[in-house]
Nanobody, 120 residues
Framework: QVQLVESGGGSVQAGGSLRLSCAGSAWRYSMGWFRQAPGKEREGVAAIYSDARKTYADSAKGRFTISKDSDNTLYLQMNSLKPEDTAMYYC??????????????????WGQGTQVTVSS
């Protein structure tokens, strides 16, 4: 059973930065970050494929950066944070070959989430 463990969430003021991490074993084809705010549907934030292809939601472009290291730890660097970025952030991964899910939430494995709160 694959386990994904997120860390790095917290409370910051608007304009601040946070770096989320997602640790998990084994190699994955698709990995991504999603978020869900209270009363809203889960939405994709950023995704990365094994060929380094990246996808960002419009709300994340220019402010967030997704990356992955050689140990397959996934990161989300979030800069210029806004109150509307407040949400529970989830890491997702999938090991099905040749499928890139991007911001589609059909990933096979999910973490438990880490809370990000941005105050104005």
């Amino acid at each position: 059973q694959v386990q994904l463990v997120e860390s790095g969430g917290g409370s910051v003021q608007a304009g601040g930065s946070l770096r989320l991490s997602c640790a998990g074993s084994a190699w994955r084809y698709s990995m991504g970050w999603f978020r869900q705010a209270p009363g809203k549907e889960r939405e994709g934030v950023a995704a990365i494929y094994s060929d380094a292809r990246k996808t960002y939601a419009d709300s994340a472009k220019g402010r967030f950066t997704i990356s992955k290291d050689s140990d397959n730890t996934l990161y989300l660097q979030m800069n210029s944070l806004k109150p509307e970025d407040t949400a529970m952030y989830y890491c997702a991964a999938d090991d099905r070959p040749y499928l890139y899910f991007g911001l589609n939430d059909e990933y096979k494995y999910w973490g438990q989430g880490t809370q990000v709160t941005v105050s104005s």
